[in-house]
């Protein structure tokens, strides 16, 4: 039997889906909708098939069809068309939502809140995904559907709790569940609550188990349906968290791993997050990311063309696929304008398909995020207790254009760590055992670690470590005294020689913030950047009156502490220099964040990009291909208005120059830039291939072909 999966062919796919809405029946003319995937080059339509509107004529009692589908089958013709245009098709269902009659014969089915009423959305009710509209009505769906229907893949939307934004369900079974798990009641949300992180944790595990009976269910029926539930992380935490969503969890059941950005008040690099994200979990399944084309509130209307090239470009940068969602097609009122760059898009991807499938990534820097940081620091407000220094991280690699990948911390693992010389764990606080003791395996075998504030300092469920890993490493006490929230302090460069300070120049202090975590012992003892408090008038205020704007003492605390352990080191700021380098955009701290990561004994660097701008840079590889990617963050107008204003014009940088190390005893037999669509000259010195790209818009990629 051959061992090659079913599911290899969505690795290269190019994939639209459509959106139905419930009365869309009237309108859906299978021939039209193939003609448009057809002109997007794509290699698969996914569309709306059951769930809360069956658009096919189901047997299942209470399965409601669409009201205008009359005694059509929709799925079955335009299965039929898509077969005869070559395209394979996905069924989505949507398990999200109960209809009155079902929730009036099994209430057990539907969602709760504290006072047990149920949750009512566009006259629907939530279903609860412990409960039997989950495990039992939408098996059925599968089974009735993958019986009848020859899909090539199923995918699932908003199969998840308290969907919709809506409240946590206290259904029966999920109080049940939680007894049996913990022995406790259910507990409000608090997240200071011991008990109500178990909750958050055990919401994580019921979506996965769900996950892992519908690909049981779907593997019996039809095992070459790729099964492909949806989920999202990280810049969407709230979303995520509330909804049970965590893709370390149920990456294993799926056959593609897909994850949505479709929000774009997220930054503007948020595709590059999931995508590298993704592909630390799962390196070697497909794995696709859900774009728009829209707003997420105004989906009838299109954001402009240079926005969604650089959303885009990141998706497919970094080895995933997009997946093009499409709504209110059949609509009679449209924004015809965002289309046709998405329809150029796909063609330019479908020609290219060398540049970017299966590409793995070459970087020798990991940065971690941590779902247990995010969550079990301060849940409810994980974004300053967090995510802003991950961001903050995440923008010093680009700042420094340092090829990086993200290692969730859960696959902190030695396997996972022998791939990289360089770890950044930022606040990376909340770890369980295994990942510390991996740490510690990758520092002593020769790997750095960078790590800031309270990295190791906590288990997964966030209760404090009496031995935390930093503290071992550098043979210091917490004092359990922190400096809060502070302004108009300084680190004072006792060494300018010092590596963490190369191409800084001429300055005596850099600006500090945020919450100082004090500690004691020979290692604390500032060699590099010492720590001078606030220089300010009231304690707090960040501000000084002029005649008392001087520096009186510059402590002896260190404000970057290094340590040598067996063959590798630690890097350790004890204040978050990520946040407050994001924060404020100081380059001296991303700097010094870069300058950490590039001296690393051993450290050569595989990728240099010259050149103005902001850019996010991918280095792949795979066989005798090599493909480097620079994505154009450098827009105007970038103000911030309470919303990320949208990208409407992307300045073009002229003559960008890109080394690129060649593998050892690699030769290049040449080089094209894909989106120029024209071959590049290049010379060799010193083991690096240089080339220029003359032009740089939204992205730009070049493509080496090895010898
Ligand atoms: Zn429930």
Redesign the pocket.
């Given at each position: 039997m051959s061992q090659i999966s079913p599911h290899e062919w969505l690795k290269s796919a190019l994939i639209m889906i459509m959106t139905m809405r419930e009365d869309d029946a009237a309108k859906w003319e299978p021939e039209k909708l193939v003609e448009f995937a057809k002109s997007f080059s794509v290699d698969a339509l996914g569309f709306s098939v059951a769930g809360i509107t069956a658009f096919y004529p189901t047997e299942i009692p209470l399965h409601r069809r669409s009201p205008s589908l009359g005694d059509r089958d929709l799925v079955g013709e335009t299965l039929k068309a898509l077969n005869e245009a070559g395209i394979k098709a996905i069924a989505r269902i949507d398990s999200s939502l109960v209809p009155r009659g079902m929730a009036a014969d099994h209430p057990e089915w539907c969602?709760r809140d504290e006072a047990g009423k149920l949750i009512s959305v566009h006259g629907l009710y939530v279903a609860?995904p412990?409960?039997g509209y989950y495990h039992e009505f939408a098996i059925k769906v599968v089974r009735e559907v993958l019986g009848r229907y020859a899909f090539s893949g199923m995918w699932s939307n908003a199969a998840q709790f308290s969907p919709w934004h809506t409240r946590v369900?206290y259904?029966s079974?999920?109080q049940s569940k939680f007894r049996a798990d913990t022995g406790h009641a259910m507990p409000k949300e608090n997240w200071s609550d011991p008990l109500w992180r178990r909750y958050n944790e055990l919401r994580y595990r019921w979506i996965a188990e769900w996950v892992e009976l519908m690909d049981k269910t779907i593997a019996e029926v039809r095992p070459e349906c790729a099964w492909m539930p949806l989920a999202q992380v990280m810049e969407s935490w709230d979303h995520s968290q509330k909804g049970g969503w965590d893709i370390d969890y149920t990456a294993p059941f799926a056959d593609m791993v897909i994850l949505e950005a479709q929000r774009r008040y997220a930054n503007l690099w948020w595709p590059g997050v999931e995508a590298r994200y993704m592909r630390g979990i799962e390196e070697d399944k497909p794995g696709g990311i859900v774009v728009s084309y829209f707003l997420p509130w105004w989906r009838l209307y299109s954001v402009p063309e240079p926005e969604n090239r650089v959303w885009m470009s990141q998706v497919v940068a970094h080895g995933c696929r997009p997946w093009l969602h499409v709504t209110g097609f059949f609509s009679e009122h449209f924004d015809r304008r965002g289309l046709e760059p998405m329809r150029k898009m796909y063609k330019f991807l479908a020609k290219n398909r060398d540049a970017y499938d299966g590409m793995k990534s070459q970087a020798d820097v990991a940065l971690v995020y941590s779902r247990f940081s995010q969550d079990n620091l301060n849940g409810g407000q994980p974004e300053p207790a967090y995510i802003n220094h991950f961001r903050g991280a995440y923008n010093a690699m680009m700042q420094q254009r340092i090829p990086f990948d993200l290692l969730s911390d859960k696959r902190i693992t030695p396997s996972q760590l022998g791939k990289y010389k360089v770890l950044l764990l930022p606040n990376g606080a909340c770890l369980n055992d295994a990942a510390v003791d991996a740490l510690r395996a990758f520092v002593e075998g020769g790997g750095r670690l960078i790590a800031s504030s309270e990295a190791t300092f906590r288990n997964e469920l966030g209760e404090l470590r009496e031995h935390p890993l930093i503290l071992e490493f550098l043979g210091a006490e917490d004092t359990q005294t922190v400096e809060r929230d502070l302004k108009a302090a300084y680190g004072r460069i006792i060494d300018p020689s010092h590596f963490l300070f190369e191409g800084i120049g001429d300055t005596d202090v850099l600006p500090i913030g945020g919450d100082l975590k004090v500690l004691k012992g020979p290692g604390t003892r500032a060699d590099a950047l010492a720590y001078v408090p606030p220089v300010e008038g009231e304690r707090g205020s960040g501000f000084s009156v002029p005649e008392y704007n001087f520096i009186e003492r510059v402590s002896t605390y260190s404000l970057a502490m290094t340590a040598q352990v067996k063959q590798g080191s630690l890097v350790y700021f004890p204040w978050p220099i990520e946040q407050v380098a994001h924060h404020y955009g100081l380059a001296d701290l991303f700097q010094v964040i870069g300058n950490a990561v590039r001296s690393t004994p051993g450290w050569s660097p595989k990728l240099r990009v010259t050149g103005p701008g902001f850019y996010d840079v991918a280095l792949m590889a795979k066989d005798d291909r090599l493909a480097v990617t620079v994505i154009n963050f450098s827009a105007p107008g970038s103000f911030n208005s309470g919303h990320r204003r949208l990208v409407h014009e992307v300045m073009p940088v002229s003559e960008v120059q890109v080394e690129i190390r060649l593998p050892e005893g690699r030769r290049c037999r040449s080089a094209r830039l894909a989106v120029a669509a024209e071959e590049v000259t290049f010379e060799i010195e010193d083991g690096f291939l240089k080339a220029r790209i003359p032009k740089l818009t939204e992205f730009e990629t070049i493509l080496l072909s090895l010898e």
């Open positions: 969602a609860c412990n409960g369900c259904c079974n999920c």
